[in-house]
Each structure stands twice: as structure tokens, then as C-alpha cells.
């Protein structure tokens, strides 16, 4: 029998500059590809997750970019492990014996689980597994204190970020050799479940549908970016984050075009790496609060609270334009991000991981490191926290970042009208409150 590799994408939709496919290019056995919707993560979602179709058009195109240049990509539907394991034998029926599976690193908590069983299963049958480092360009054990334990606070964090990237002697941000370095196996094509076979709604992959990620890399509006990017009635930010979310796009590009034309717009990259490195030094935090005490505040169970702050109708125009933008596009200025983060976890004191999990429902560019990271920013209880006092007035946030109000009157028209609806809480009592609850969980012997 013939040897083989597999390279197994995942939030790596691209053939290009792709760490793990380059190292499965070169290890000297032809390369099949691999892809699975993965039921433990699509029987969570709506039919008509957009998410879901933006993967399958992407995956839809690797397949071309694979067959375009002589390979194949399997795709299939399933849990992966078991998936992985009838791939294996399919390619084995074919005279292919599978000596190896590449594929790229994730940190979250259900990625690692799954990669130690894949791994577990690999090592039992003979077969190498390799996890590469293409989803951040420095690892989170690279970026570490001279102790040798992991920082916990972002400014020392990026200094040392910068320190250790210059001084590496091949740099992290060049591109990997994909194309060209290696066979391709040859293998019959193969069919892709579709959209319905999954259980999705065909319309989840419009393109319309997550128009507001869908537009190429303007070195303008990164060059702009330190300027603009906290005013949400202008495209003042790239829109690059869904694509990051996949992988569409290679880290390194982005990094290299930060370097060249942003350094604030670099720093935001760095942010990301940041929380990336919390969420695997300190798994705890993808549910719990990363700062103990903070579990202590007597959240409030305002059902009613929530459901007007999820509907944008809170009567703060700029927390319901937010809410509003999200619900119909799946995207939300980061700005506002912020605002509406702390209107639910200071404002009505509703805990923070019914926020999180609200937005990592609705949002396309949902990543569960950044996500719980910027939550727990927003609530205090994180790493790097604003301290519990910092509480964002909506509408001193409306006058200093939209004040002429063209955000919100995109997306609340009725605002100024009798016919929109009155606050559902006053904020100097809120804040009041939110700071006496906060003072008195966290003074608790």
C-alpha cells in the first residue's frame, strides 16, 4: 500500500500560507485533505446560523483551490473522531495507507478535549498525530514571564510579545511554503454534504448574509484605524475578524500589514493573541470568572431586563443601535460592544455570561477567547480588569463617540420620538447600585 498524510482543516479555511498543510506537504507522503461539520458544535445552532454558511462557502472553495491544484478535500458530516476513523478506512480501500494526521491548533476548551481523543486514538493505531501553530502567531507558551509563568495583564504582556517575535531567528511572520511543496495524493472525488443534508436552511449561506465581514483588506482604513476606529457611523474598522474566526485569512498577512501601516491596529492583533494565551493558561475562564471573588456578586435574575436589553430596547439609544446592529447583521462596532457589555452587567446587574452567551449566539465573528475576555473586562472580573467602579454612562459614550447621532438613527429611526420607548432603569441609581453591590461581594470575609 501507498503512504499518505491527511491534513485536517479547521479554522484554517485556506490553502494558502497555512502552517500545518505546509508541514504536511513536507513529510514526504501525499497529502489528502480533510474537513468535518462537526455535529457537537452544529447540533447546538439555529438552521439559519450564518456562520454555517459562510464555512460551507469557504470550504466549498478550498475543495476548488484543492482539486484546481491536483488534490482532494473530504468533507464530511459528523463527530470527528469517528469521521477521521472512516476516512481512514475509505483511503485504505483504495490501496492508501494513512501514516500521519497534520492539522493546526485551536485553545479552547472543546478543541483540546477532542484533539487528546484523536490523539489517544492515533498513538494506539500506529498513526502520527502533529498539532502546528497557525491560528496565533506566538504561541502561548512563547510569550511568558522571566519566572516562566504566564502574564495576566496585557501592556507587559505585549511588550514582551514584540521583545520575543525580534528575537526569534526565523520570524513568525512569514508566510509558510504551501503550494508547490509537495505531492498531492490522487484519489477519487469525492461528494460534500450540503447545506439541507447538514439540516440547514440553504438561505444561511446568502452571502448577503455576512456582508458586513465581506470586503478586502483596505490599507486605508488601517493606516485610518487609530483615528476612526471608535466611531460607529463610519467603516473605521477592517472587518477582518469573522475571517480570522475561520481562518480565511493568514495571521502572519495581517500582522505584516500592521507593521507596515498601523501599529494600533498591530496592538489589536496582540489583544487577541493575549486572550487566546489567558484562555489556555487559565481554562477555568471560559466559564468562571478569572478573578474568584467576582463569582461572589449577587447578580440580578432580570429576565425582563435581558429581554428588552437583547430586543434594543432599553431606552439608551446607543445600547439599543448596538443590539439592533447586532441582531440584524451579526456584527457590532467594538465600541459599542463595550457600552452595551457594561448597560447589562453594571446597569442592570445581569450576569455576565448571559451576555456572552447572547453574543456568542448572534455574533458571526464570535471567538470564545476574546468573547469571554472582553465580557469579563466589561464586568470587572477578568484579567485586566476595568476596575467594578468604572461604570460607562450610554449617554456621555452616545456624545463622545456618535454625536451627531448618525449611528443611532440608522438603527433606532423612532429615536426622538414620542414613540420611543423611556429608559428601563435611571442611570445614576444603576451605577450607584452597581458599585455598592460590587463594594460589598467583594469586602466579604
Given at each position: 500500500?501507498?503512504?499518505?498524510?491527511?491534513?485536517?482543516?479547521?479554522?484554517?479555511?485556506?490553502?494558502?500560507?497555512?502552517?500545518?498543510?505546509?508541514?504536511?506537504?513536507?513529510?514526504?507522503?501525499?497529502?489528502?485533505?480533510?474537513?468535518?461539520?462537526?455535529?457537537?458544535?452544529?447540533?447546538?445552532?439555529?438552521?439559519?446560523?450564518?456562520?454555517?454558511?459562510?464555512?460551507?462557502?469557504?470550504?466549498?472553495?478550498?475543495?476548488?483551490?484543492?482539486?484546481?491544484?491536483?488534490?482532494?478535500?473530504?468533507?464530511?458530516?459528523?463527530?470527528?473522531?469517528?469521521?477521521?476513523?472512516?476516512?481512514?478506512?475509505?483511503?485504505?480501500?483504495?490501496?492508501?495507507?494513512?501514516?500521519?494526521?497534520?492539522?493546526?491548533?485551536?485553545?479552547?476548551?472543546?478543541?483540546?478535549?477532542?484533539?487528546?481523543?484523536?490523539?489517544?486514538?492515533?498513538?494506539?493505531?500506529?498513526?502520527?498525530?502533529?498539532?502546528?501553530?497557525?491560528?496565533?502567531?506566538?504561541?502561548?507558551?512563547?510569550?511568558?514571564?522571566?519566572?516562566?509563568?504566564?502574564?495576566?495583564?496585557?501592556?507587559?504582556?505585549?511588550?514582551?510579545?514584540?521583545?520575543?517575535?525580534?528575537?526569534?531567528?526565523?520570524?513568525?511572520?512569514?508566510?509558510?511554503?504551501?503550494?508547490?511543496?509537495?505531492?498531492?495524493?490522487?484519489?477519487?472525488?469525492?461528494?460534500?454534504?450540503?447545506?439541507?443534508?447538514?439540516?440547514?436552511?440553504?438561505?444561511?449561506?446568502?452571502?448577503?448574509?455576512?456582508?458586513?465581514?465581506?470586503?478586502?483588506?483596505?490599507?486605508?482604513?488601517?493606516?485610518?484605524?487609530?483615528?476612526?476606529?471608535?466611531?460607529?457611523?463610519?467603516?473605521?474598522?477592517?472587518?477582518?475578524?469573522?475571517?480570522?474566526?475561520?481562518?480565511?485569512?493568514?495571521?502572519?498577512?495581517?500582522?505584516?500589514?500592521?507593521?507596515?501601516?498601523?501599529?494600533?491596529?498591530?496592538?489589536?492583533?496582540?489583544?487577541?493573541?493575549?486572550?487566546?494565551?489567558?484562555?489556555?493558561?487559565?481554562?477555568?475562564?471560559?466559564?468562571?470568572?478569572?478573578?474568584?471573588?467576582?463569582?461572589?456578586?449577587?447578580?440580578?435574575?432580570?429576565?425582563?431586563?435581558?429581554?428588552?436589553?437583547?430586543?434594543?430596547?432599553?431606552?439608551?439609544?446607543?445600547?439599543?443601535?448596538?443590539?439592533?446592529?447586532?441582531?440584524?447583521?451579526?456584527?457590532?462596532?467594538n465600541r459599542v460592544r463595550m457600552v452595551v457589555a457594561s448597560f447589562l452587567c453594571k446597569h442592570l446587574l445581569?450576569?455576565?455570561?448571559?451576555?456572552?452567551?447572547?453574543?456568542?449566539?448572534?455574533?458571526?465573528?464570535?471567538?470564545?477567547?476574546?468573547?469571554?475576555?472582553?465580557?469579563?473586562?466589561?464586568?470587572?472580573?477578568?484579567?485586566?480588569?476595568?476596575?467594578?467602579?468604572?461604570?460607562?454612562?450610554?449617554?456621555?459614550?452616545?456624545?463622545?463617540?456618535?454625536?451627531?447621532?448618525?449611528?443611532?438613527?440608522?438603527?433606532?429611526?423612532?429615536?426622538?420620538?414620542?414613540?420611543?420607548t423611556a429608559p428601563i432603569v435611571e442611570h445614576k441609581m444603576a451605577r450607584q447600585r452597581a458599585i455598592d453591590t460590587y463594594k460589598a461581594a467583594l469586602t466579604e470575609a
Open positions: 500500500m501507498s503512504t499518505v498524510s491527511i491534513f485536517w482543516h479547521r479554522r484554517d479555511l485556506r490553502i494558502e500560507d497555512n502552517i500545518g498543510l505546509a508541514a504536511a506537504r513536507k513529510s514526504g507522503h501525499p497529502v489528502v485533505g480533510f474537513f468535518c461539520f462537526d455535529r457537537h458544535i452544529l447540533e447546538r445552532l439555529s438552521p439559519l446560523d450564518r456562520r454555517v454558511g459562510f464555512i460551507h462557502h469557504h470550504v466549498t472553495e478550498v475543495r476548488a483551490a484543492y482539486r484546481q491544484d491536483g488534490g482532494e478535500l473530504m468533507v464530511r458530516h459528523g463527530h470527528p473522531l469517528p469521521a477521521l476513523q472512516a476516512a481512514i478506512k475509505e483511503l485504505g480501500e483504495q490501496g492508501l495507507r494513512v501514516v500521519s494526521i497534520y492539522t493546526n491548533r485551536d485553545y479552547a476548551p472543546y478543541p483540546v478535549k477532542r484533539d487528546a481523543e484523536v490523539a489517544a486514538w492515533c498513538g494506539a493505531n500506529g498513526v502520527e498525530f502533529q498539532l502546528h501553530e497557525d491560528h496565533v502567531i506566538m504561541p502561548p507558551e512563547s510569550v511568558l514571564k522571566d519566572d516562566g509563568t504566564p502574564y495576566t495583564v496585557f501592556t507587559p504582556y505585549s511588550r514582551k510579545w514584540h521583545k520575543v517575535r525580534e528575537a526569534m531567528p526565523i520570524s513568525p511572520l512569514d508566510s509558510a511554503d504551501t503550494l508547490g511543496s509537495g505531492q498531492w495524493a490522487e484519489i477519487p472525488e469525492s461528494a460534500a454534504p450540503s447545506l439541507e443534508d447538514m439540516g440547514f436552511d440553504v438561505a444561511s449561506g446568502n452571502p448577503e448574509g455576512w456582508a458586513a465581514f465581506d470586503r478586502p483588506l483596505d490599507p486605508h482604513t488601517v493606516r485610518d484605524y487609530a483615528e476612526k476606529r471608535d466611531t460607529p457611523s463610519v467603516v473605521g474598522t477592517t472587518r477582518m475578524s469573522l475571517h480570522l474566526r475561520f481562518g480565511t485569512v493568514s495571521i502572519r498577512q495581517l500582522a505584516r500589514f500592521g507593521l507596515q501601516h498601523s501599529d494600533k491596529w498591530l496592538t489589536e492583533l496582540i489583544w487577541r493573541e493575549f486572550y487566546q494565551a489567558i484562555l489556555h493558561h487559565f481554562p477555568h475562564s471560559a466559564s468562571d470568572a478569572f478573578r474568584a471573588k467576582y463569582d461572589r456578586i449577587p447578580w440580578r435574575h432580570d429576565e425582563q431586563g435581558f429581554e428588552a436589553w437583547c430586543a434594543g430596547q432599553t431606552g439608551y439609544p446607543l445600547v439599543d443601535a448596538g443590539m439592533r446592529e447586532l441582531n440584524a447583521t451579526g456584527f457590532m462596532h445581569i450576569d455576565w455570561r448571559w451576555g456572552e452567551r447572547y453574543f456568542a449566539e448572534k455574533l458571526l465573528d464570535y471567538e470564545l477567547a476574546s468573547n469571554v475576555g472582553g465580557w469579563q473586562w466589561a464586568s470587572g472580573s477578568g484579567c485586566d480588569a476595568a476596575p467594578y467602579f468604572r461604570v460607562f454612562n450610554p449617554e456621555s459614550q452616545m456624545k463622545k463617540f456618535d454625536p451627531k447621532g448618525t449611528y443611532v438613527k440608522r438603527w433606532v429611526p423612532e429615536w426622538g420620538t414620542p414613540g420611543y
